[in-house]
T-cell receptor
Framework: RKEVEQDPGPFNVPEGATVAFNCTYSNSASQSFFWYRQDCRKEPKLLMSVYSSGNEDGRFTAQLNRASQYISLLIRDSKLSDSATYLCVVNRGSGGSNYKLTFGKGTLLTVNP | DVKVTQSSRYLVKRTGEKVFLECVQDMDHENMFWYRQDPGLGLRLIYFSYDVKMKEKGDIPEGYSVSREKKERFSLILESASTNQTSMYLC??????????????FGPGTRLTVL
């Protein structure tokens, strides 16, 4: 299994749709999980951290399943401004590896009017 | 607001040239990183530094070196640029350990073309 694997996409959805992204990771020692967003020709920016209990930020909901090593991101009521590449990001474990993150290749989302 | 700046947005160099990419952060972060991003490959870690004068290899350090003489500045050096080093280079910084849900803040990137 690849270290961090995401849906390849691209996803094209109409405004108002609900869209879900999935991600799996291979390192069972990973402790921290994130979703980053990268707009075209821009740098990645943190969208949200993902906690074991699941967490929500407005229209965005992130879930973590440690047993299955699976992370998800749900976007409700999609807006045109949600169009971006979504990166699943996982830290590499404890000790010195805590400094290092592994980035998925990203899933491109286009929200259409 | 955290700000990470990179010395150039676009850079064109010739094969064999020595190339310096500079990164500066203004939030007193301990950790700084250099990544490259290529289509289909995602972000890959080249080097990182967790303190002044401290550095550690990432996943693809070959052909690169780094320098961190001051806490706010982290330089990536291509000793002898090659065409396969044409890429987008992204610098990032974070406070504390990435494993403690600390956000990595990225610079705007330098698109390097080696001819």
């Amino acid at each position: 299994r690849k270290e961090v694997e995401q849906d390849p996409g691209p996803f094209n959805v109409p405004e108002g749709a609900t869209v879900a992204f999935n991600c799996t990771y291979s390192n069972s020692a990973s402790q921290s999980f994130f979703w980053y967003r990268q707009d075209c020709r821009k740098e990645p920016k943190l969208l949200m951290s993902v906690y074991s209990s699941g967490n929500e930020d407005g229209r965005f909901t992130a879930q973590l399943n440690r047993a299955s090593q699976y992370i998800s991101l749900l976007i409700r009521d999609s807006k045109l401004s949600d169009s971006a590449t979504y990166l699943c990001v996982v830290n590499r474990g404890s000790g010195g590896s805590n400094y290092k993150l592994t980035f998925g290749k990203g899933t491109l989302l286009t929200v259409n009017p | 607001d955290v700000k990470v700046t990179q010395s150039s947005r676009y850079l064109v160099k010739r094969t064999g040239e020595k190339v310096f990419l500079e990164c500066v952060q203004d939030m007193d972060h301990e950790n700084m990183f250099w990544y490259r991003q290529d289509p289909g490959l995602g972000l890959r870690l080249i080097y990182f530094s967790y303190d002044v004068k401290m550095k550690e290899k990432g996943d693809i350090p070959e052909g690169y070196s780094v320098s961190r003489e001051k806490k706010e500045r982290f330089s990536l050096i291509l000793e002898s640029a090659s065409t396969n080093q044409t890429s987008m280079y992204l610098c990032a910084s974070t406070r504390g350990l990435a494993g403690l849900n600390n956000e990595q803040f990225f610079g705007p990137g330098t698109r390097l073309t080696v001819l």
